[in-house]
């Protein structure tokens, strides 16, 4: 396999817009550590300056559907799947698209293990935020830490459903008729109508 990525896919046999060429392609960028190293921060720069930008829960909103459908995941998920109870129907599912630790215990239980683990997540976060040069830093408004994202991912933890209860199909299968049915069952702080609509579902589609 190895072969056939360094070799047969990056030889120019393929057409310049061919899967194959892709999957070449993909491979030499992955495996070029100089180059990675060299690039820093300039491929996200434009999005993370973009996301700063956003002065609003709107344009916040927006910005999210638009990562989403590029394959960047937030804290809700979305995908189209049959219906559990109608396999006659597709239908948009949502849910909660994960954490950065393995599951919310790691953020809420209080012992000596979890707190190590919460401790050594803070430097790796903080780690991360180092590689950020200061120009970047500068530019992007950064003030945030790891003790910042453990806060904000512990409430994330707060509302996450234990692994039981991700184990109940009865528990995950909560059935809207419309986004307004969703929206009135929901909290006000998102706008499911405005986001499912920037993912072009329409209004009477059952959630």
């Given at each position: 396999?190895?072969?056939?990525?360094?070799?047969?896919?990056?030889?120019?046999?393929?057409?310049?817009?061919?899967?194959?060429?892709?999957?070449?392609?993909?491979?030499?960028?992955?495996?070029?550590?100089?180059?990675?190293?060299?690039?820093?921060?300039?491929p996200l720069r434009n999005?993370?300056?973009?996301?700063?930008?956003?002065?609003?829960?709107?344009?916040?909103?927006?910005?999210?559907?638009?990562?989403?459908?590029?394959?960047?995941?937030?804290?809700?998920?979305?995908?189209?799947?049959?219906?559990?109870?109608?396999?006659?129907?597709?239908?948009?599912?949502?849910?909660?698209?994960?954490?950065?630790l393995p599951d919310r215990?790691?953020?809420?239980?209080?012992?000596?293990?979890?707190?190590?683990?919460?401790?050594?997540?803070?430097?790796?976060?903080?780690?991360?935020?180092?590689?950020?040069?200061?120009?970047?830093?500068?530019?992007?408004?950064?003030?945030?830490?790891?003790?910042?994202?453990?806060?904000?991912?512990?409430?994330?933890?707060?509302?996450?459903?234990?692994?039981?209860?991700?184990?109940?199909?009865?528990?995950?299968?909560?059935?809207?008729?419309?986004?307004?049915?969703?929206?009135?069952?929901?909290?006000?702080?998102?706008?499911?109508?405005?986001?499912?609509?920037?993912?072009?579902?329409?209004?009477?589609?059952?959630?």
């Open positions: 396999m190895k072969d056939i990525l360094e070799n047969d896919l990056t030889s120019g046999t393929f057409e310049a817009n061919s899967n194959e060429r892709k999957i070449g392609l993909l491979w030499q960028m992955c495996m070029d550590e100089a180059k990675l190293q060299s690039d820093d921060l300039a999005e993370l300056k973009a996301i700063q930008k956003c002065q609003s829960k709107d344009a916040l909103l927006e910005k999210v559907v638009e990562l989403q459908q590029i394959g960047v995941k937030f804290f809700i998920s979305i995908s189209g799947e049959v219906d559990r109870k109608n396999s006659t129907w597709n239908a948009p599912h949502v849910g909660c698209s994960g954490l950065n215990d790691y953020f809420l239980e209080e012992n000596e293990r979890m707190s190590g683990i919460r401790e050594k997540f803070v430097n790796f976060v903080n780690d991360i935020f180092q590689m950020i040069s200061a120009d970047d830093a500068a530019a992007l408004g950064s003030n945030v830490s790891g003790t910042d994202i453990l806060a904000l991912e512990t409430v994330l933890a707060t509302a996450t459903p234990t692994r039981e209860d991700r184990r109940d199909p009865a528990k995950t299968y909560t059935k809207f008729a419309t986004l307004s049915d969703l929206e009135n069952h929901s909290s006000e702080a998102l706008k499911w109508s405005t986001f499912m609509g920037l993912h072009h579902l329409k209004e009477e589609e059952y959630v």
